[in-house]
Structure formats: structure tokens, C-alpha cells
């Protein structure tokens, strides 16, 4: 149980232009769904945390233009960066998290995506 | 200062050894840990969950938390080739957001 997707596993593209990244919970309605940055040899950065119906909210730092979330339904969050530069290419990981683990807040990470901008 | 420091390793061990992975932190509103093993290019896998101090054992893992040091950390038993990959401590105050360490990079020798 708590399978959390990730679509693509991978994805390169040039400078410009936009790439969505798909995350999917594939055995449990996700309420909460968070996205994360990291980089090489570092910490899992939090981006912005999105909740089933509502605006995301994000971190400080993180540009609500160029990073944006939906999170349309309860298994589906998605990640579109938009005119990706070589800046933001990186390791992204969603996780989510369920109403059976509101006590425990635990979360249930993806595979990752890694995008690499020409 | 970062909030949680980790020793980013690598820490090589032979087959069987026991391993000792740490975190330190600063924030003391911190009461949920967590360890977290992430394979190459994989997402992390949550390890061991730990509310306020305390051991937890869960197999060959043990889970240590001293709030009164603010340090946390974790033993594998008998350690495996397979226990190869990066561990991730990560915690958390009331709220949703975890605070990951750096990761420490374990390479058990057959």
C-alpha cells in the first residue's frame, strides 16, 4: 500500500520551453501532495505543498509563476515549470499524504523525476 | 547554520558490521523524526518514524532520539550489501513540513 507515481522518470528539453511533471497516488486518495528539489550531494529542498482543490502554497524563494502546481483531484498532482532554464535542471520528487495519516503526517514519496535543461 | 546537519559520508563498512548514521539539529520544536533510505536516482523510502526521545527497533534498524542533546540516530545490525544507499534523517515540528538532513552515503563490502 501508499504507492505514490511519478511521470516522466525523466525528461530533457531545451532552454524556453515548458515540462509537467506528473504525480500520481496509485492506492490511496492523497489529500496532501508536496514537491521537492535536490540537488546533487544535497538536502531534499520542500518547493510548495498543494492540497486537493485549493491554491499551493509555497515556499520562500520559490516562484509561484515558474513552478506551478495543481493538484486537480485526489490521486493527481502536477508540476509544470515554465520556460525551464539550465538553472532548474534537477532531481524532483513529489510526496503525498492520506487522511489515514493525519496523526502521523507521514508522507509517501515518488520515484522522482530528473529534468535536464539544454 | 543549517537546521539539521549530517555527515555526508561515504561510510564504507564490511558485510555484517554495524553501522551508526547520525543528525544533529538546532530547532528544539522539532518533536517527529524520521529516517529515510533513497537508493540512486530512486525517492526516498521512510526507514523509522520517532515521536519525542526515545529507541525504536524495527528489525535489524534502531532508531535514537536525545532531544536534551538534539541528536538522532540510527544502528543497523548485521549489516547487508543491499543496506547500500544514501540515509536521510529528516523531522519535523506540529506542522507538515520536514526538514531533511544532507544524506550520508553507506557502502556495505560483501
Known amino acids: 500500500g501508499a504507492v505514490v507515481s511519478q511521470h516522466p522518470s525523466w525528461v530533457i528539453c531545451k532552454s524556453g520551453t515548458s515540462v509537467k511533471i506528473e504525480c500520481r497516488s496509485l492506492d490511496f486518495q492523497a489529500t496532501t501532495m508536496f514537491w521537492y528539489r535536490q540537488f546533487p550531494k544535497q538536502s531534499l529542498m520542500l518547493m510548495a505543498t498543494s492540497n486537493e482543490g485549493s491554491k499551493a502554497t509555497y515556499e520562500q524563494g520559490v516562484e509561484k509563476d515558474k513552478f506551478l502546481i495543481n493538484h486537480a483531484s485526489l490521486t493527481l498532482s502536477t508540476l509544470t515549470v515554465t520556460s525551464a532554464h539550465p538553472e532548474d535542471s534537477s532531481f524532483y520528487i513529489c510526496?503525498?499524504?492520506?487522511?489515514?495519516?493525519?496523526?502521523?503526517?507521514?508522507?509517501?514519496f515518488g520515484p522522482g523525476t530528473r529534468l535536464l535543461v539544454l | 547554520q543549517k537546521e539539521v546537519e549530517q555527515d555526508p559520508g561515504p561510510l564504507s563498512v564490511p558485510e555484517g558490521a554495524i553501522v551508526s548514521l547520525n543528525c544533529t539539529y538546532s530547532?528544539?520544536?522539532?518533536?517527529?523524526f524520521m529516517w529515510y533510505r533513497q537508493y540512486s536516482r530512486k525517492g526516498p523510502e521512510l526507514l523509522m518514524y520517532?515521536?519525542?526521545?526515545g529507541n525504536k527497533e524495527d528489525g535489524r534498524f534502531t532508531a535514537q532520539v536525545d532531544k536534551s542533546s538534539k541528536y538522532i540516530s540510527l544502528f543497523i545490525r548485521d549489516s547487508q550489501p543491499s543496506d547500500s544507499a544514501t540515509y536521510l534523517c529528516a523531522m519535523r515540528s506540529s506542522g507538515d513540513k520536514l526538514t531533511f538532513g544532507t544524506g550520508t552515503r553507506l557502502a556495505v563490502r560483501p
Open positions: 530547532n528544539s520544536a522539532f518533536q517527529y
Open positions: 510526496s503525498a499524504r492520506g487522511n489515514k495519516e493525519q496523526s502521523t503526517k507521514t508522507q509517501y
Open positions: 520517532t515521536y519525542s526521545s
